[in-house]
């Protein structure tokens, strides 16, 4: 089997301070399994997470899959994004960072719900977040321009505090989203237009002239039926 590598080949090297962010969604979870809505819930890996993290973490430690050695593993303080990020570090001969601007959104009081019961809870706010993301919040939590905001931030530090490495950040399906519409020089206004699958890996380059999306929601790693769809990604052509 051919090996992917996540290292561009353009552009070519910016002149100021640059890093590939490899950006992992932790594994699955039975709150994923059972869509419900997760949020800041402390949720363990299912058996099925844990393999997939186990399946990326050996994907990232192989040679030649990153172009250059990866420095840093950070994570979401949550422990589902731990238990992903745990294997990768192990791998790699590293320590997880644990990164409180990569934690979840806040669902307020949708926590543990599911579409249909919010849906009944909140209709109003339920159609303003299937269609109107940003000018969205969640009731008693936080609203996707703050998540927007905070990864933001975070991203835009890396490249002179990893200047001319690789890191890795596991997080999750939001804020992941959100870091792949900043990437883009967007903003959660694309939030339903973006799709980020558990475990699935997407990179970018970081610089301050300007970031590069590289690869998004990449699954090719995983063994067949792992993902939320159900469904295997085809092998990422760079």
Not at 97 to 109: K, P, Q, S
Not at 214 to 221: F, G
Request: with cysteine; aromatic share 6%.
């Amino acid at each position: 089997m051919s090996q992917v590598t996540l290292s561009p080949k353009e552009p070519p090297a910016p002149s100021r301070p640059a890093c590939l962010a490899v950006i992992v969604r932790h594994g699955q979870t039975v709150y994923n399994r059972k869509n419900l809505f997760r949020g800041r819930y402390d949720l363990p890996l299912d058996d099925v997470g844990i393999e997939q993290a186990r399946s990326t973490a050996a994907f990232l430690a192989a040679a030649g899959a990153v172009s250059g050695p990866v420095t840093a593993v950070y994570s979401s303080p949550l422990r589902r994004a731990r238990e992903t990020a745990l294997p990768i570090a192990e791998l790699l001969g590293l320590e997880v960072a644990v990164a409180g601007e990569l934690n979840d959104v806040d669902v307020g009081r949708w926590e543990g719900r599911s579409a249909p019961e919010v849906e009944t809870l909140d209709a109003g706010l339920y159609r303003m977040w299937s269609k109107e993301p940003a000018r969205f919040a969640f009731p008693g939590g936080e609203s996707l321009a703050s998540v927007h905001a905070r990864t933001a931030a975070f991203l835009d530090r890396l490249p002179a505090r990893h200047d001319g490495q690789n890191v890795v950040l596991v997080t999750h399906r939001v804020p992941a989203k959100l870091i792949v519409a900043h990437i883009l020089g967007l903003g959660a206004e694309i939030f339903w237009r973006v799709r980020i699958d558990n475990c699935s890996i997407s990179a970018a380059r970081l610089s301050a002239e300007g970031h590069v999306l590289t690869l998004v929601n990449s699954t090719w790693h995983l063994p067949a039926g792992d993902e939320e769809s159900g469904s295997r990604a085809a092998k990422p052509d760079f």
